[in-house]
Nanobody
């Protein structure tokens, strides 16, 4: 069974930073593209970022590009999301997730999700 466990969410002030982590098991992590998806209150899930299996290619939603950095440690089966210059619109439950195929951004084609970690940006 695929298991994805997110951590690192917190409440921060605008302009602050957080680093999220996702511990993965039950899949061949080192050959699997990994993604972050978030869901804000009252809204549907939104794709945020994807990193390829080797960690040398990354993709970002326009809303976070330049502020967020996705990375991974294949030796530890762990995915990260460094979030800087946070704004209130970043408030959401953040999930790590796996799509059915590489480069997919449509969330209905993401088969595996973690429990999520809450990020709240508020003054």
């Amino acid at each position: 069974e695929v298991r994805l466990v997110e951590s690192g969410g917190d409440m921060v002030q605008p302009g602050g930073s957080l680093r999220l982590s996702c511990a993965a098991s039950g899949l061949s992590f080192s050959i699997t593209d990994m993604s972050w998806v978030r869901q804000a209150p009252g809204k549907g899930p939104e794709w945020v970022s994807t990193i390829n299996f080797g960690g040398d290619r990354a993709f970002y939603a326009d809303s976070v590009r330049g502020r967020f950095t996705i990375s991974r440690d294949n030796a530890k089966n762990t995915l990260f999301l460094q979030m800087d210059s946070l704004i209130s619109e970043d408030t959401a439950l953040y999930y790590c997730a796996v799509a059915r195929w590489p480069t997919e951004r449509r969330v209905r084609y993401y088969d595996y999700w973690g429990q999520g970690t809450q990020v709240t940006v508020s003054s």
